[in-house]
């Protein structure tokens, strides 16, 4: 006599078509619980995946079903996919595409219903509100979002997202001609002690946070050579450096001859703040990682106090509003000046893909372009050009054939 399966392991049955159906009650993102489906060619196969459902269920793993809105699917792809496997940073990132532009316009509609017609008239509405910028990124985090959807078993079997384009943003933030940097790099020697900071952005295109996570057993002064390593970023835990994503971000950098003394003369200024400090009784907090650039008080500078000090010199100097994001781009734009090879200024900037290099070239007036503008200008520019020309045109059309 066959054994009953006993209460919550599922069933396994035979459909009219031949092939066999497992049915298994499982948890849903949102605390209810719901009958899901799967199917299989033989008993055998219906029967493995009965049980890996039965051992998703005893873990408590959510498992979402073929009527799961897009809602939530958003909460289960944050908590059970994002926030377990990426950073962080990605994962805020990611929480506040969904919280302010995704969920309000899609969170009710279900999931295997959403259509493409459906989907582009979203993201069009989407950039006339918001912007192309913001439209794009929502879409990129979208996409990133059904793609997972696509390895579970509820029956997703394309990514709509794919098949919608999203108009690019013309305006992914400007950046400066070299004598907008040299004049930066003036006032920031003259106004603030973070000018060895501030001198690595347009020079190796160094990120904020990658400034204020480098440490000094990242820098090797004597062979002028520079790790990028660590990054400093905001988590639920605090303010931590945490490794750079991938390992293109952490090849090794040459440091430019003008980086040596500054580094050297930061690296004095903190030891001298220690030793006043600890002699007048002043607050000074032991740094256990040994951070390049720190604070009065010894604790590792802020990425917000990097980006206002930035503010500040750029005001000061008379250059209009500029951020560390637009100073790490000038680095790239002046290395497409000189005429280096994109996968040169990949290296230089680590890009993790060359698309974004190559958005910096398609930026960036090209040398030869501008070369023959001027030549152009120089031609058309000179009142007495046009009577030489008249002379030389009257001349050839005296000339016996």
């Known amino acids: 006599m066959a054994r009953r399966r006993p209460n919550g392991a599922g069933t396994v049955t035979k459909r009219s078509d031949g092939r066999y ?5 499982v948890p849903q993102p949102d605390g209810t619980t719901k009958r899901k489906f799967a199917y299989g060619n033989d008993y055998d196969e219906c029967d493995a995946k009965r049980r890996k459902l039965i051992e998703r269920v005893q873990n408590g793993v959510p498992t979402p079903t073929r009527d799961m809105t897009m809602g939530d699917w958003f909460d289960y792809w944050l908590t059970s996919i994002v926030k377990p496997s990426l950073s962080d940073g990605s994962h805020r990132t990611y929480e506040s595409a969904v919280r302010l532009h995704l969920r309000p316009r899609l969170g009710r509609k279900v999931m295997l219903k959403l259509g493409v017609k459906e989907l582009r008239a979203v993201m069009t509405k989407l950039a006339e509100d918001k912007g192309a910028k913001t439209a794009r990124h929502a879409h990129r985090v979208l996409k990133a979002s059904l793609t997972a959807a696509m390895v579970e078993d509820i029956g997703l079997t394309r990514n709509v997202a794919k098949l919608v384009h999203v108009r690019a943003s013309t305006d992914s933030g400007k950046s400066w001609d070299a004598v907008k940097v040299l004049r930066f790099l003036a006032e920031a020697r003259r106004r603030t002690v973070y000018y060895p900071a501030l001198l690595l952005i347009p020079l190796l295109g160094l990120r904020r946070a990658e400034i204020c996570g480098l440490r000094w057993e990242n820098i090797d002064l004597e062979k002028r050579v520079l790790w990028v390593e660590q990054q400093r970023q905001r988590t639920s835990a605090g303010t931590i450096d945490v490794e750079t994503k991938t390992e293109t971000s952490r ?8 980086c040596i003394a500054p580094l050297r003369w930061q690296r004095m200024r903190t030891a001298w703040l220690r030793e006043r400090a600890l002699a007048s009784g002043r607050p000074w907090t032991d740094d256990p990682d040994g951070h390049v650039f720190v604070t009065r008080t010894g604790q590792p500078l802020q990425a917000d106090c990097l980006y206002q000090t930035v503010q500040r010199v750029t005001g000061s100097a008379g250059l209009g509003k500029m951020n560390p994001k637009g100073l790490r781009k000038s680095c790239g734009t002046l290395l497409v000046h000189l005429r280096v090879h994109p996968r040169i200024v990949k290296a230089v900037l680590r890009h993790s893909r060359i698309s974004t290099t190559l958005d ?6 090209d040398p030869d372009v501008i070369e023959a503008i001027g030549q152009l200008d120089l031609l058309l520019r000179q009142p007495d050009r046009l009577d030489r020309l008249q002379t030389v045109t009257a001349e050839d059309d005296e000339q016996p054939d």
Not at 21 to 25: D, E, K, P
Request: hydrophobic fraction near 60%; glycine fraction near 0%.
């Open 21 to 25: 159906q497992a049915a298994v009650y």
């Open 251 to 258: 090849a090794p950098l040459p440091l430019p001859a003008q």
């Open 360 to 365: 910096i070239y398609a930026e960036a007036l």
